[in-house]
């Protein structure tokens, strides 16, 4: 099995009010080519996929793109913990997905020691 570990993405930073979100994507885009090229079975996000608990509009629509890419464009199974800049309730709204996706967020501790089950 090959998993694509990633972390830290911080969708949203900005360095000296300059967004940072134009080379987000161009980061994205080199992942997906590597989950690609490499055929990964799954990627791993190991928290912060947001700079900070409560993304601006453009942060949020710029992740939901990138993970729909993946996940239900591309069809890689997905497997993501919130981080200390990540706000349990702003992912959660991702729950509805996971029931019908490949795709987990744990966004608590109780759910991120549970172990899960990938089906191919």
């Known amino acids: 099995m090959r998993f ?3 972390a830290d993405w ?5 360095l000296n009010d300059f967004s940072l979100l134009d080379d987000q994507l161009a980061t994205f885009k080199q992942i997906e080519a590597i989950a690609k ?3 990964v079975d799954a990627i791993v996000i190991a928290g ?3 700079d900070r608990s409560v993304p601006n509009e453009a942060a949020v629509k710029l992740l939901n793109q990138m993970l729909q890419d993946l996940n239900l464009t591309d069809h890689f199974p997905l497997l ?3 981080g200390n800049h990540n706000a349990v309730a702003r992912l959660g709204t991702w729950a509805d997905w ?3 996706h490949p795709f987990l967020c744990n ?3 109780t759910d991120a ?6 089906q191919f």
Do not use: C, E, R
């Open 113 to 118: 020691v549970t172990p899960i089950t990938i």
């Open 10 to 14: 911080h969708i949203g930073k900005t």
């Open 107 to 109: 966004t608590n501790i």
């Open 48 to 50: 912060d996929l947001y």
């Open 80 to 82: 993501a913990i919130s």
């Open 4 to 6: 694509l570990h990633t």
């Open 37 to 39: 090229d490499q055929q």
């Open 98 to 100: 996971f029931v019908h």
